[in-house]
């Protein structure tokens, strides 16, 4: 019998209809001094819920670890993302999803998201397909993962590019974007690593290579 694969989720929290999918939670509240640790709250932004079930749709027997660090406004700190990342690598994560970035870059992440990487946890976060750069996926060891339009159900791309590594697109409930084209990324690897546990993260990384649907990036033609 082969072991449940756990998949961490870093967002706003999930929906009532997907608590049967998640078998840990913890919230990170910024507090006076420090950090406060609570139980789940009610996803109030969506943003978690969406990602939620675009993973899901992917791997439905994939058992979900949620670290919720958004409140309804939709804001975080590279604090909040760093213990949430530490709390995941305690719960036994395979594969992790963060549809989230930050401009800042703090030792605390970047600490955080290195020792994940060096424990062989495969760490997905979305990347805009141009601007400035956002961490976590701008640090070494991480799968960026953007929007890319030209992809449908179960197809990727792989992009290669100064933004993103690969390129993925689902819309759920009307949103899309990087956020949603990296959930179904992180949905796809984990599916593969279902398929074949016995592959080493190089490998895993470099099949979706293969079996990506499009390679490089778009390019726009002037008629």
């Known amino acids: 019998m082969r072991p449940e694969l756990r998949v961490g989720v870093v967002d706003s929290g999930h929906a009532a209809e997907q608590a049967g999918s ?16 609570l139980p789940l709250s009610v996803d109030r932004l969506g943003h978690g819920s969406v990602v939620c079930e675009a993973i899901l749709s992917q791997v439905p027997g ?3 670890c949620v670290a919720q660090v958004f409140d309804e406004r939709g ?6 993302i760093a ?11 395979r594969v992790i999803n963060l549809s989230l970035g930050v401009r800042q870059d703090r030792p605390i992440l970047r600490g955080a998201v290195k ?11 979305s990347s805009p397909a141009r601007g400035e750069p956002v961490f976590p996926a701008s640090y070494p060891g991480v799968i960026r993962v953007t929007g890319d339009a030209r992809c449908g159900d179960g197809q990727w791309s ?36 279902s398929e074949r546990p016995e592959l080493s993260n190089v490998q895993l990384v470099g099949l979706m290579r293969e079996r990506a649907a499009f390679r490089g990036i778009e390019r726009k033609v002037s008629l």
């Open 115 to 125: 020792e994940l990487v060096e424990a062989g946890v495969l760490v997905c976060a």
């Open 22 to 37: 998640v078998v840990a939670g913890q919230r990170f509240r910024l507090a006076d001094d420090g950090l406060d640790r």
């Open 62 to 64: 994939a058992r979900l």
């Open 83 to 93: 213990a949430a990342l530490h709390w995941l690598g305690e719960q036994g994560v």
């Open 158 to 193: 792989w992009l290669d590019s100064p933004q993103a590594d690969f390129g993925a697109a689902v819309k759920v409930r009307g949103r899309s974007g990087a956020s949603l084209g990296c959930a179904a990324f992180s949905g796809y690897l984990a599916t593969l690593l």
């Open 75 to 80: 804001v975080t700190s590279p604090l909040q």
